[in-house]
């Protein structure tokens, strides 16, 4: 009896004590509730998902789907997704350890670090404006001698002081009594005025051009990313200890959260946005003299140096390069695109004016377009026929009035998706022809397309305070989107210890 009982308090210590090892080893992970965190509630409008032959059950999944893909597609974010009552969609996002937040207040810091040692247009001038001595020691102070930046300096300044000479010189003469070789004089004073300003701002490292190489470097198999950071770093002395100092702040927060997103306003404008969709004529290859012309050649250079993130001025053309969703690439494999490559993935020149982009920018009225149900034509392949509310139909109008034959690209949330020859020219109905190859892929998304046809604002902001905060609920409509609309967002936090 007693070797019985023994063996009973063995067992159950034993099993005990393996509970304990298995906690420590496989820590329990609460839930939001208990460890704080941010849950989002989001509601389909099936209303304007009409063309879907799903369920809400259904097209819900399916949203979830592209929402995980456009998101979170390496399933980093440590984000949980799931179908609440039918048509709403859940999305929750557990409080970051304190290690994380201190990792995210670094980085930030990393930033403020390089845009403090970066020169400031009015910095440079004021230096400048000063004559002898006191010229010369506000340049020693904004970089030292031997500084790059202190050589390209002295360089603006003797071209500012040329341009003043030239420019007093002139003033002696009545209008159109300007001697030739003074005016030729003052042509070559202004462009090396230009010319020096260019070559001081390309020794500032662009932060918004770093992310990006820093991001897109963080896939091991993308060299060419990893080859662009390494001449950042090189080509960027003056600011070479804060661009590392940045480029570890990133890499540290990527080691302890994966890729994941901190802030509940982050992860709420990265699904809205993940709706928005615009429309844009592509640049033709012969408006820039492709192969061989200068302004193509000026497009790719500008792609290579600067990245995709500013606006060009290609003799009269304004574009902007915009990515290619790296799942349709095969779209913008035909001629009658310009294309480039840029940190290992594919871009698309499009056109960036008013009349030949219908997008949600700021200051444009707001629209909306609704997706039908797509069919296939012998003749034509896939149709995706689509209808817009009066003012986009009019906007629509205005944008393909004189682009009909050319390329129309479709962008979700400023990706390249798919550019179907324009047929028509739409008032409140219209069609996209697509190539075959493309065709199916616009159908597949057909849900993604009704539930995300423009841009949703989500205004609701997460309730956050020290201490307990389980049942904290903030509601707020957002402005009418097409198919999604945020009922709520809940917010549980706790003082971190």
């Not at 003052?186 to 230009?194: E, L, N, P, S």
């Not at 400023?414 to 493309?438: I, N, V, W, Y």
Request: net charge positive; glycine share 6%.
């Amino acid at each position: 009896m007693k070797n019985s009982l023994l063996w009973r308090f063995v067992v159950i210590f034993s099993v005990m004590a393996l509970a304990i090892v298995c906690v420590e080893l496989f820590p329990l992970r609460p839930g939001i509730d208990l460890a704080g965190g941010t849950s989002l509630l989001y509601e389909l409008d099936m209303e304007k998902a009409a063309a879907s032959r799903s369920s809400p059950q259904e097209l819900a999944q399916q949203v979830i789907a592209v929402l995980k893909q456009r998101v979170d597609p390496g399933g980093q974010m440590n984000l949980i997704w799931r179908v609440v009552g039918g048509k709403r969609i859940q999305v929750q996002m557990p409080l970051p350890s304190k290690e994380t937040r201190n990792a995210k207040l670094a980085l930030e810091k990393a930033e403020q670090a390089i845009l403090d040692t970066s020169l400031k247009q009015s910095e440079v001038q004021s230096a400048l404006s000063k004559t002898g001595a006191a010229r010369d020691a506000a340049i020693a102070a904004l970089a030292p001698p031997g500084n790059p930046r202190h050589d390209q300096l002295l360089k603006l300044a003797a071209a500012q002081d040329e341009l003043a000479a030239v420019n007093a010189e002139a003033a002696k003469y009545a209008v159109g009594q300007t001697p030739t070789d003074l005016l030729g004089r003052k042509i070559a004073a202004q462009k090396a005025v230009a010319a020096a300003k260019s070559a001081l701002e390309e020794l500032n490292v662009d932060l918004a051009t770093l992310k990006s190489v820093v991001t897109a470097a963080d896939n091991p198999k993308n060299t060419e990313a990893q080859q662009a950071l390494d001449a950042i770093v090189k080509n960027h002395t003056s600011q070479r200890q804060e661009i590392q100092t940045y480029i570890e702040s990133h890499r540290k927060l990527m080691e302890l959260n994966g890729g994941g997103v901190e802030d509940s306003a982050d992860l709420q404008r990265m699904i809205t946005s993940s709706g928005v969709l615009d429309f844009r004529i592509t640049v033709n290859p012969m408006d820039v003299g492709y192969p061989d012309g200068e302004l193509y050649q000026q497009a790719l250079k500008s792609l290579k140096d600067n990245g995709p993130n500013s606006q060009m001025k290609l003799g009269g053309i304004v574009c902007r390069w915009f990515q290619v969703n790296p799942n349709w690439k095969d779209n913008f494999d035909r001629v009658g695109f310009v294309t480039g490559t840029w940190a290992g993935e594919p871009y698309v020149l499009c056109y960036d004016d008013a009349t030949r982009a219908l997008t949600h920018a700021e200051g444009r009225r707001p629209w909306s377009v609704q997706a039908d149900r797509p069919y296939y034509d012998p003749t034509r392949g896939e149709i995706m026929p689509f209808h817009l509310d009066p003012i986009g139909a009019r906007m629509m109008g205005d944008l393909t009035g004189d682009n009909i034959g050319r390329p129309m690209c479709i962008l979700l949330a400023d990706k390249e998706s798919s550019a179907p020859t324009l047929t028509t020219s739409p008032s409140f109905t219209g069609r996209f022809d697509t190539m075959p190859a493309s065709g199916e892929r616009i159908t597949a998304s057909l849900s993604c397309f009704c539930a995300f046809t423009s841009r949703a604002r989500a205004s609701a902001s997460a309730a956050s305070s020290a201490g307990w905060r389980c049942r904290a609920w903030s509601r707020s409509r957002v402005a009418r989107a097409p198919a999604l609309t945020s009922v709520s967002v809940r917010s549980a936090s706790r003082r971190a210890t």
